[in-house]
């Protein structure tokens, strides 16, 4: 049988509707565990799954990391011909293809970077059926080799991945897109025809069904916020911004962060400076700790740049050494937006204001796609604006579009510039800015009102704006322990040792010294770590304290210290009370924009991080190691291994056989038998 599509003629108008009602087939949820390690589809996948099984287009709109390819993969391995994915950047193919591979899916792509012998070799085992699912990009559907190879090979499903490039409306439109759908036309049989994206106003998906010619197409818009991001927007001067971003690279070393740019010129200076300055900074948080080493350092480069002045081999060579982990920051233009796929990003960083919420919604959501708490921030200022209005000037004119059209496009940019300069600007929750964005009435196309019409009263308890309703905090105890252990020091030691001291730690670098002696040892040991530095920082702000400059800061008394000892001495900072998962959390605000960032991001990832104890995590950093020699060994991203999900659900589970390997969350039978026995090997010597 070769799927086809009843309803000829022209696209016809969308309808939103899940199709969950209808259950997916016992062979797709046999697939989805034996590839994939799952037992059940998320909201939104088991309509799109059916509907392709049973022959109907489909429009998938789903936020990154809510599982659309599954939504094809799990076809293209029922279905009894090729599965052929449109895929917009060939830099993504290869790590898809790793992915499918490494599941048990045979899959291949065709692009440029292979000699015509690479790729008539690939193209043959295609047709003969050895391959059940192939990556091109848009343009090679045009090519007179590709077509005569699609009209003699059985085409079951067209996949059309970052559908909204199609439309002018988006925020990332690709001419090549718009051959699409004349290629599907000149098939012989008309194969089924699934789009997805991660953002498509209504506009946009009238634009997906018209322009790439779906029939009668189920549309299943699965709602577009992420709940494990933490969105933050800090207003910010320019000069201030890359110190920040170095702070907070400092601050999360072992962690994989993106940091994009408005102009290809910044993302050089960018990642130079954080090359420069986050080992200094490191290697002083090391020093006040009494680490012999800045823990986390990579052996090469922090940072590299990535835009599209580069050369190809440039570019290609900056993703592969942060895909593999060998490089934790890429500092990138929007070039890299949809070159990416790994799964393990936990921050993402703009060090300008993007043209519009959809291009922010897709630059972001490449953070936490594995699921797992991640942070989104965005830095900005007045001058951001007009450099964007600016850059949207200079924009070069569609050839395909007549002057009339052209105006309207440009219209239409201000209007999503707008859009953005409202999320900045906003006080109400920023997850629920987002979803309004998406999904407001059709026929709004000023973003830009939203700001002002958001009265919703949402509170996610997980952005900054949720955060930022202050009260006041009595830490009047507390400042006076800091600076008698400030005095008890001599002034001479940074701020990691003052707050081992107060805590009483019982570090041998502590004890050596003869600290444990002095008389504020232990004051605060009840207090939490965070809470000290919290209040540290802000004393230094207010004058209570100063710190010194230079590679090893001191902590030394400020021009108001002898206020700390007044019988009427009181003192308070600013507290915003978090609520996540049903639970009050509290986040103390310190001194600087930074700081209050940071501790709310740990906050969020704190609720994870509970459940583990330290011996727990001992164990899953002895298997992130083993995963990252693994994928060295074998040349794939160690995300392709396994994510940090599954991982920390080995942590949980402790397999010890492969019944039990299988429980594990992402785990199918392709991955057991090349890592299974590995892993628990691993696993059984952490009980020995």
């Keep these: 049988m070769t799927a086809g599509n009843s309803t000829t003629g022209t696209a016809t108008h969308p309808h939103d509707d899940t199709g969950d009602g209808i259950a997916p087939p016992a062979s797709a949820l046999a697939a989805l565990k034996q590839y994939f390690g799952y037992d059940s589809f998320r909201p939104g996948q088991s309509g799109l799954v059916s509907a392709i099984l049973q022959g109907r287009d489909v429009l998938g709109v789903m936020p990154t990391g809510a599982g659309k390819s599954i939504c094809y993969q799990i076809p293209a391995t029922l279905l009894p011909g090729l599965t052929i994915v449109v895929s917009p950047l060939i830099s993504l193919m290869?790590?898809?293809?790793?992915?499918?591979?490494?599941a048990g899916i045979p899959a291949a792509y065709v692009n440029t970077t292979q000699s015509p012998d690479e790729q008539e070799v690939v193209l043959s085992r295609a047709a003969q059926g050895y391959i059940r699912m192939l990556y091109v990009a848009p343009e090679r559907l045009e090519t007179g080799r590709f077509r005569d190879f699609a009209t003699h090979t059985r085409i079951s499903l067209v996949t059309v991945d970052e559908a909204h490039c199609v439309s002018q409306w988006g925020q990332d439109f690709r001419s090549s897109y718009l051959g699409i759908g004349e290629f599907i036309d000149t098939l012989p049989v008309r194969p089924v025809v699934a789009a997805f994206t991660a953002t498509a106003t209504g506009k946009v998906r009238r634009d997906i069904v018209s322009l790439i010619h779906l029939h009668n197409p189920l549309v299943t818009?699965?709602?577009?916020d992420r709940p494990n991001l933490y969105f933050d927007v800090i207003r910010m001067e320019t000069k201030r911004k890359t110190a920040w971003i170095a702070h907070y690279v400092a601050m999360h070393p072992g962690e994989s962060g993106i940091v994009y740019c408005a102009t290809r010129k910044e993302t050089e200076t960018v990642a130079a400076t954080l090359n420069q300055a986050v080992p200094n900074l490191m290697a002083a948080a090391g020093a006040q700790t009494g680490a012999d080493s800045p823990a986390g350092l990579p052996d090469g480069p922090i940072a590299a740049a990535y835009h599209g002045g580069m050369a190809p081999e440039d570019r290609s060579r900056t993703q592969r050494d942060f895909v593999t982990d060998r490089?934790?920051?890429?500092?990138?233009?929007?070039?890299f937006g949809m070159g990416i796929d790994k799964s393990d990003v936990?921050?993402?960083?703009?060090?300008?204001?993007?043209e519009s919420i959809e291009a922010y919604y897709q630059e972001a959501g490449r953070a936490g796609r594995d699921g797992e708490p991640s942070r989104c921030t965005l830095l900005w200022n007045d001058s951001d604006i007009v450099t964007r209005r600016r850059l949207l000037d200079m924009g070069g004119d569609n050839e395909r579009l007549d002057p009339e059209e052209q105006?309207?496009?440009?219209?239409?940019?201000?209007?999503l510039l707008d859009g953005m300069i409202g999320y900045c600007r906003t006080t109400h929750c920023l997850h629920d800015y987002m979803v309004r964005y998406f999904a407001d009435s059709e026929d709004r196309q000023n973003g830009g009102g939203l700001a002002r019409q958001d009265d919703s009263g949402r509170a996610c308890g997980n952005c900054s704006n949720c955060d930022g309703s202050f009260e006041t905090l009595d830490v009047s105890d507390i400042a006076r322990a800091i600076s008698r252990?400030?005095?008890?020091?001599?002034?001479?030691?940074?701020?990691g040792k003052i707050v081992a001291v107060l805590r009483g730690s019982k570090a041998r670098d502590l004890l050596d010294r003869g600290l444990d002696r002095v008389p504020s040892y232990g004051m605060l040991g009840n207090v939490p770590e965070a809470r000290i530095r919290d209040v540290l920082n802000q004393m230094s702000v207010d004058g209570f304290l100063s710190i010194t400059e230079g590679r090893l800061p001191i902590v030394q008394f400020g021009p108001l210290a002898a206020q700390t000892v007044s019988p009427d001495f009181h003192y308070e900072i600013k507290h915003a009370q978090r609520h996540a998962a049903g639970h009050a959390r509290s986040v103390n605000m310190g001194a600087t924009?930074?700081?209050s960032g940071q501790s709310a991001v740990q906050a969020l990832q704190a609720q994870d991080a509970a459940e583990f104890t330290e011996a727990d995590e001992q164990l899953f950093q002895r298997l992130r190691a083993l995963r990252r020699s693994i994928a060295q060994k074998i040349g794939k991203p160690p995300y392709i291994v396994f994510s940090d999900r599954s991982l920390r659900d080995m942590v949980r589970l402790r397999p010890t056989n492969d019944e039990e390997f299988l429980e594990v969350s992402g785990v199918g039978e392709s991955k057991l038998r090349q890592y299974g026995e590995k892993f628990m090997e691993a696993i059984a010597q952490d009980r020995s």
Excluded: W
């Excluded at 490089?327 to 070039?335: D, E, F, G, K, S």
């Excluded at 936990?346 to 993007?354: A, G, L, Q, S």
């Excluded at 252990?485 to 701020?495: A, E, I, K």
């Design 94 to 102: 290869r790590d898809q293809v790793d992915a499918l591979q490494d």
């Design 221 to 224: 818009v699965t709602g577009f």
């Design 327 to 335: 490089m934790p920051v890429v500092v990138a233009t929007n070039a």
């Design 346 to 354: 936990r921050y993402v960083i703009h060090h300008n204001m993007p």
């Design 407 to 415: 105006q309207v496009v440009r219209v239409s940019k201000r209007r």
């Design 485 to 495: 252990c400030v005095h008890d020091l001599g002034q001479s030691y940074g701020m």
């Design 593 to 595: 924009d930074s700081e």
